[in-house]
């Protein structure tokens, strides 16, 4: 039986929620909408925060834990692994059994994980915990926006999506120098309490202000084959993405796992189309606007996470920077995101969201097609041009595309369109993570060997020429103990020629996707479901 969801513009009272909240308008703190929204933008800030400021950790964490490079990709991947893989479902949870639940749950989870990371004495614990961030960073990031969808009456909807999509800019571009301060002046264990108090603040917050909003036709059962089939098909993919480099790219075993995925999302919508209550309703697509929204979110995530994870390990091991200055020299793209996402939201409000979006879209492009020229001599000047053409690019897509997706869905499935919305940034950053990632150590093994022969250097066996690739992607130099001064200059010169050629091909690949982004970005428009829930809820 196909599944019957529309997402016509529903009819004026259609999908009204069922809350405690409905009736006389709030006069006090819970179920205010502006309250409402401070609450759950310090709970989305954690989530947000952590996608990127553990970037500044890696290396920290790779010398403690002597971790490898693919270890410290995990650090990564099995966070934006885990959000990617359940945010959908969670969003569903929220729309069947209330945003407000699902935001608290999912608040405790991830402060406790937090706390269990900073105590881990071991990679695979760090990795692990990691996941369970992913799991409960999953049920807040799409319950805080049915939250605002339920709270905001439609007039100030757009202005509080704005508000929180640059919430999730600004730290998003802010978790490097954070972690920065915190790395160097405390601990990398550091990066990782801090979300502790965070996580209590909005808890406390939360519980005191929020009210809870369920839609009178929402969803009353789980399409469990569907969240396996989707899972799977999404694991398969980044693994294979991942070894690749190792197994290498013509075994068999890379392809049986990109084989597998394959075959893991053709079953998937083939088995949606016949499921009762699917885990994302196919006839959400039909929405051409909606569709082109989710697929720029991901490919603006490839571009922008998957280039800043080598942009960490450039300025701390090339540039030999310490954590703080590498923070401090990302500031521009901090700063032009934190500037450029309420400018954004008040541009899309005027004209609509198809020309900022393929303009910031494009931007992205040059900046990172200007990052593909840094290298050991480039000045702090260049590199903070192309850093704040980056920031200033992201942020109309930051505001822009939540909008797009979140406005063209009904209000029944508003959890499920808040799903979408942060699984393709979750999905993007995980692939361009893995993407990159295989495309830098495909430069380095196949530039290494001839790079450190033509300088001259004492031939490597196989195994060390293995060590000496390991190391060099992650931007260091493997100069043995006792090493003469010059051939160590010279051992250093290589690496990090070597490493700068294969950062700068992943960030021509980066460009190249921020480019096809321009193309998506002309397919939205405004949103056609953007009437709120909480018309009557609180003072405005």
């Known amino acids: 039986m196909t599944s019957q969801t529309t997402i016509d513009k529903p009819e004026p009272g259609d999908g009204a929620p069922v809350s405690p909240s409905d009736g006389p308008a709030s006069t006090g703190l819970r179920g205010h909408p502006w309250f409402t929204l401070i609450t759950v933008a310090v709970g989305v800030m954690m989530v947000a925060l952590d996608g990127t400021i553990v970037a500044i950790a890696n290396p920290a964490i790779k010398d403690d834990l002597g971790a490898t490079f693919a270890d410290v990709q995990w650090i990564t991947n099995g966070y934006f692994l885990a959000l990617a893989v359940t945010l959908i479902t ?49 049920l807040l990031m799409p319950a805080a926006l049915g939250l605002l969808r339920a709270t905001f009456p439609a007039e100030k909807l757009n202005m509080a999506i704005g508000i929180w999509g640059m919430v999730i800019g600004a730290s998003t571009a802010g978790g490097p120098i954070l972690g920065g301060l915190l790395v160097q002046h405390v601990s990398w264990q550091s990066v990782f309490f801090i979300n502790v108090p965070v996580g209590a603040l909005a808890l406390v917050l939360g519980a005191l202000i929020l009210t809870d909003h369920r839609a009178a036709n929402a969803p009353r059962s789980f399409d469990l084959l569907g969240i396996a089939l989707l899972s799977g098909a999404m694991f398969c993919l980044v693994w294979a993405l991942i070894k690749a480099p190792t197994w290498g790219w013509g075994d068999g075993l890379t392809w049986t796992f990109i084989a597998a995925s394959v075959v893991g999302f053709v079953l998937f919508a083939l088995w949606e189309q016949r499921v009762r209550e699917p885990l994302i309703p196919l006839a959400l697509f039909r929405s051409v606007p909606l569709s082109a929204g989710v697929v720029l979110m991901v490919l603006m995530a490839i571009a922008f996470l998957g280039g800043l994870f080598f942009v960490t390990f450039y300025l701390q091991n090339v540039h030999g920077m310490s954590p703080v200055d590498a923070g401090l020299h990302l500031l521009p793209l901090t700063g032009m995101m934190i500037v450029g996402s309420p400018l954004a939201g008040a541009l899309i409000t005027k004209v609509g969201p198809r020309i900022p979006l393929a303009g910031g879209m494009t931007l992205t492009a040059v900046s990172m097609f200007g990052m593909s020229t840094l290298d050991t001599g480039t000045s702090s000047l260049v590199m903070s041009v192309w850093f704040a053409g980056l920031g200033l690019g992201l942020a109309p897509v930051m505001v822009g595309a939540t909008e797009v997706i979140v406005g063209n869905a009904p209000m029944e499935l508003s959890g499920v369109a808040g799903g979408l919305q942060q699984a393709a940034m979750q999905i993007g950053g995980t692939l361009g993570t893995a993407v990159l990632g295989a495309v830098m150590a495909s430069k380095v093994d196949n530039d290494l060997a001839g790079n450190w022969a033509a300088a001259k250097l004492p031939p490597l066996t196989p195994d060390q020429l293995a060590q000496a690739s390991e190391a060099v992607r992650g931007g260091g130099a493997p100069v043995p103990e006792g090493t003469p001064a010059g051939i160590a200059a010279r051992i250093t010169g290589v690496a990090h020629d070597t490493f700068i050629s294969g950062m700068s091909l992943a960030c021509l690949v980066a460009a190249g996707v921020a480019l096809v982004a321009v193309f998506v970005a002309t397919l939205t428009k405004r949103g056609v479901n953007a009437d709120a829930a909480g018309a009557g809820a609180g003072h405005i």
Request: charge should be positive; charged fraction near 10%; glycine fraction near 20%.
């Open 90 to 138: 969670a969003g569903k949870l929220g729309d069947r059994f209330g945003h407000r639940q699902t935001f608290l749950i999912g608040v405790t989870g991830f402060a406790a994980a937090s706390g269990a990371i900073g105590f881990s004495g071991s990679i695979a614990l760090v990795v692990t915990f990691r996941v369970f961030q992913g799991l409960f960073g999953a």
